[in-house]
Each structure stands twice: as structure tokens, then as C-alpha cells.
């Protein structure tokens, strides 16, 4: 059965003590009457969660730290992550943004191990609308991004600035520049009146090769910048905590 350690009341865990359930699960902090109050939960799949409680479920101020080494850090309410918080992934990017009901709302900036920075609104975890793309090699992207498939990418208007001042405005279709257009320099001449996507990949792998620190992975995530920053919450509302009573 459920093994108890600590003090009680009426009896009922009460005050600082530990509690580890027959399946595998502990919870070690404070109680009240029987209640977490604050403390650390561990689930038998290796999630754990370290912060306060109201009524059996995550409530107030917290850190989730999931089985599969993401952590969730900020606020929950009645089991659910709730208000502004910062999850980091497994490969130490992350993202602060705004949660309702474990769904990112609002408008959230993702900052990636390398140095980048993805900034973008989300609807129900879905990132929607205009963004901006700065790569760690100073490229800078300012357009519009669509949902496609688990995740998004570049659907319409878009602005792209090289670190060496170049730019040029284009059409965008699932993440990639759809119709010709035109090259500027930094001061507006025309350089290319015929700038397409292929051009565009081979420029920005022209400019890495004179780089101290090549970025070569970032080709990719200009088309694909979003799939690091679109894993589901896995947070999922707990079931209500048994009162840990002690029998005599």
C-alpha cells in the first residue's frame, strides 16, 4: 500500500512529510489537512514537477520537468499551464510565451541555442501572422507565416535582409520564394532582376563559406524554423490527489 512519512492531523498528512503511493508515485513537501500545499511530485514515467499545489493539481507558481528533459517553468492554474512561461526543449532552445490552458496564446519569441531569435503571435499553439526571423549570422526574415501541416511556414509577403545588406521582397509559398523578383543592394540599386529561390540558397551558402563560424544547418531552418518550436504541451490536467490519511 501507501507509504507515509511525516506529521498529521486529525489523521490526516499534515505539515512537512512524504508520501509514496503503491504505483510508483511520490509527492514530498508540505500538506495540509491531507492536501499538497508545496513540494515535489514524482510520476512513475519520469515526469516531475516541483512547486505549489491547490486541491490535488498544479496550481501557482512551478517547474515541470518532463521524462523526455523539457522543462516547462512559470505558472499553472487548476492543472493546467496558465499565464506567461518559458518551456526549453531537449536541444536548450526555448521559448517564452504566453499559455492558456497548456496552448500557447499570445505572443511568444523563441531563442535558439546558436544565437537566433523567432519571434511570432500563437493561436491555440499555433504560431500565425507576421514574424521575424533573426539568424545568428545576422540575416534577418520579416513576412507573413501560414499553417501547413504540424507546423508553419512562409505564406505571402515577406521581407529578407542579408548580413552583407542586400535585400529583397518576394511571394512565399510553404516556406520557400514562389515568383522571381528583385535583388537590392543596401543603398536600393538593382543587382538581380531575376532573384529566385535556388539563387537565394546559393547566396546564403556563398555567405557562410566566408563566415569565421559557418551556420550551415540555418539554410535548412529557413524553411523549417518552426519545427523545433511546435512540440505539443504535454501537460495534461491531474487527476484530483487522494487525501493521504493515516490509519492507526
Known amino acids: ?18 508520501i509514496i503511493y503503491e ?19 514524482n510520476w512513475i514515467n519520469g515526469d516531475k514537477y516541483i ?11 512551478g517547474k515541470y520537468f518532463y521524462a523526455n528533459k523539457e522543462v516547462l ?20 532552445n526555448y521559448i517564452v510565451v504566453n499559455f492558456k490552458k497548456n496552448l500557447r496564446n499570445g505572443f511568444g519569441k523563441t531563442y535558439f541555442s546558436n544565437g537566433g531569435r523567432f519571434e511570432i503571435n500563437y493561436s491555440n499553439d499555433n504560431p500565425y501572422g507576421m514574424g521575424k526571423y533573426f539568424y545568428a549570422d545576422g540575416d534577418i526574415f520579416i513576412g507573413n507565416y501560414k499553417e501547413i501541416g504540424d507546423g508553419s511556414k512562409r505564406n505571402g509577403e515577406g521581407n529578407f535582409y542579408y548580413r552583407d545588406g542586400k535585400q529583397f521582397i518576394a511571394e512565399w509559398k510553404n516556406g520557400e520564394i514562389w515568383q522571381r523578383t528583385v535583388l537590392f543592394s543596401e543603398a ?39 519545427s523545433r518550436t511546435s512540440i505539443t504541451m504535454k501537460t495534461k490536467r491531474k487527476p484530483k490527489a487522494k487525501r493521504a490519511k493515516i490509519t492507526k
Open 51 to 61: 512547486g505549489s499545489w491547490k486541491n490535488g493539481l498544479l496550481h501557482g507558481k
Open 188 to 226: 536600393g540599386e538593382i543587382l538581380d532582376d531575376s532573384w529566385n529561390q535556388l539563387k537565394h540558397k546559393e547566396y546564403v551558402e556563398k555567405l557562410n563559406k566566408n563566415s569565421v563560424n559557418s551556420q550551415f544547418e540555418e539554410i535548412e531552418l529557413r524553411t523549417t524554423e518552426l
Open 73 to 92: 517553468e512559470g505558472y499553472f492554474q487548476n492543472g493546467f499551464a496558465e499565464g506567461l512561461g518559458k518551456l526549453t526543449y531537449q536541444d536548450k
Open 1 to 18: 500500500g501507501d507509504k507515509h512519512i511525516g506529521g498529521w492531523k486529525n489523521r490526516y498528512m499534515h505539515g512537512k512529510g512524504k
Open 23 to 41: 504505483n510508483g508515485d511520490s509527492f514530498e513537501g508540505l500538506f495540509e489537512v491531507g492536501e499538497y500545499v508545496d513540494g515535489e511530485y
